[in-house]
Each structure stands twice: as C-alpha cells, then as structure tokens.
C-alpha cells in the first residue's frame, strides 16, 4: 500500500523512489536524444513508437519488397541512427493504405505491427482504418483557397477528393464571411497516409503530413 506525504518512510524506501524518478528522467532524455539525431521521418504503417522502432528494425528491407506501390523507401546517411531504416516521402509516392498492410506482414522483427486502436468514444478500429502515421497539415499560405496579396482564392477540393477517408479525416469548411471553403484536417480520423500531399496541385504542396511522436 502506497503511504501519503506526510508519513515518515525509511531511508531505503526514500532513495528507491528517488532512484525510480531519476532512472525515468533519465530514460526520457535518452529517448529525446536518440531519436532527435536525425530528421523526422514518417514510417511505414503500424511502426512502433520511433525508439522502440529504431531498436527492433533490423533494416533488412522486407516491407521495402513487399510495397505494391514501391512507396517505402531506405534513410540515408542524413537520417543518423535511423540510417538504413523504412519511410515514405508523400511527396513522391504516399501510401495507399493497402487492404492486407503487406508491409506489416512481412515485418518478422515486429517493428511494424498490425494497427489497432479504440477512440475516444469507445470505438474500435484495426487496420487500415487504424493506421496513425502522422497528421495531415493545410498550409494556408500555399494553399489555393485562401486569397493572398499576390493571387485571389479560388475553389479547389483535390486534397479532399483524394483522401481515403473524405468528409471525415479531411473535408471542406467554410469559415463565416467567406464563400470559397477550406480543406480542414480532424487529427482523431487522419491516418497520415499522405494521398492529399500527393494530390495537391500546388508547388511546394499546401498540405504537409508530420510525422507521429509518441
């Protein structure tokens, strides 16, 4: 049973939760550091959290292989401790959120796991559906929609339309005394697929996805 502030503890008992607090502090700015060495890189479905995916990818380019759309690529000497390691550049080539997650199933290592998980509102999802790796984020200043000193805004929904989950993860809002809208992200829905970066006509993209950090 746990004791209260105010009751006397033993010198042992004392040192032991100084030593737990310090071992937890510690292993944060280990996590921070090690996984703050190199880019952010947005991984392939289903990846553990980036240190406990750095410490079990192997780096032998299984769900490399095992991309239908050759969508996962390799880090290079940039990337620090993550050299060597699966990401995907939206840009190029998103992912398209496979059906089966071939990726996830050649991973022998389990760096990469079947995605599962259960919403705020008790829902429970897996799959695809499940997949979170990262959030899609609307560049104003890019984007086609909102009007700026050098161009006036105009329609445009391909973001929303490519989206595998429209109307839900991404949609059209438009804000009061505006007519044209504006796509809008919902964080809770967005797989970070990247098929609206992918999309976007514009250049550099309007849409951007940041990578997950747990």
């Given at each position: 049973?746990?004791?209260k502030?105010?009751?006397?503890?033993?010198?042992?008992?004392?040192?032991?939760?100084?030593?737990?607090?310090?071992?937890?502090?510690?292993?944060?700015?280990?996590e921070?550091?090690?996984?703050?060495?190199?880019p952010?890189?947005?991984?392939?479905?289903?990846?553990?959290?980036e240190?406990?995916?750095?410490?079990?990818?192997?780096?032998?380019?299984?769900?490399?292989?095992?991309?239908?759309?050759?969508?996962?690529?390799?880090?290079?000497?940039?990337?620090?401790?993550a050299?060597?390691?699966?990401?995907?550049?939206?840009?190029?080539?998103?992912?398209f959120?496979?059906?089966t997650?071939?990726?996830?199933?050649?991973?022998?290592?389990?760096?990469?796991?079947?995605?599962?998980?259960?919403?705020?509102?008790?829902?429970?999802?897996?799959?695809?559906?499940?997949?979170r790796?990262?959030?899609a984020?609307?560049?104003p200043?890019?984007?086609?929609?909102?009007?700026?000193?050098?161009?006036?805004?105009?329609?445009?929904?391909?973001?929303?339309?490519?989206?595998?989950y429209?109307?839900?993860?991404l949609?059209?809002?438009?804000?009061?005394?505006?007519?044209?809208?504006?796509?809008?992200?919902?964080?809770?829905?967005?797989?970070?697929?990247?098929?609206?970066?992918?999309?976007?006509?514009?250049?550099?993209?309007?849409?951007?996805?940041?990578?997950?950090?747990?």
């Amino acid at each position: 049973m746990a004791k209260k502030l105010d009751e006397p503890q033993e010198r042992g008992d004392f040192f032991k939760s100084l030593g737990t607090l310090f071992a937890g502090f510690v292993a944060n700015r280990i996590e921070e550091a090690v996984t703050g060495l190199g880019p952010k890189l947005l991984r392939p479905p289903g990846a553990l959290d980036e240190l406990a995916f750095l410490t079990k990818c192997t780096r032998c380019d299984k769900c490399m292989r095992a991309c239908p759309e050759n969508a996962i690529l390799k880090a290079g000497p940039t990337a620090g401790l993550a050299l060597g390691t699966p990401y995907l550049d939206p840009r190029s080539v998103p992912c398209f959120l496979c059906t089966t997650l071939p990726c996830v199933a050649e991973c022998e290592d389990e760096a990469l796991v079947w995605p599962r998980l259960v919403r705020a509102d008790g829902t429970e999802l897996e799959g695809p559906r499940a997949v979170r790796m990262g959030t899609a984020r609307v560049k104003p200043g890019l984007c086609a929609t909102w009007g700026t000193l050098d161009r006036e805004a105009r329609a445009c929904r391909v973001c929303v339309d490519r989206c595998p989950y429209p109307e839900e993860a991404l949609r059209m809002v438009t804000e009061e005394g505006e007519a044209i809208p504006h796509p809008v992200v919902d964080a809770d829905i967005c797989t970070g697929c990247g098929l609206c970066v992918f999309a976007c006509p514009a250049e550099p993209a309007a849409i951007v996805v940041e990578p997950r950090r747990d």
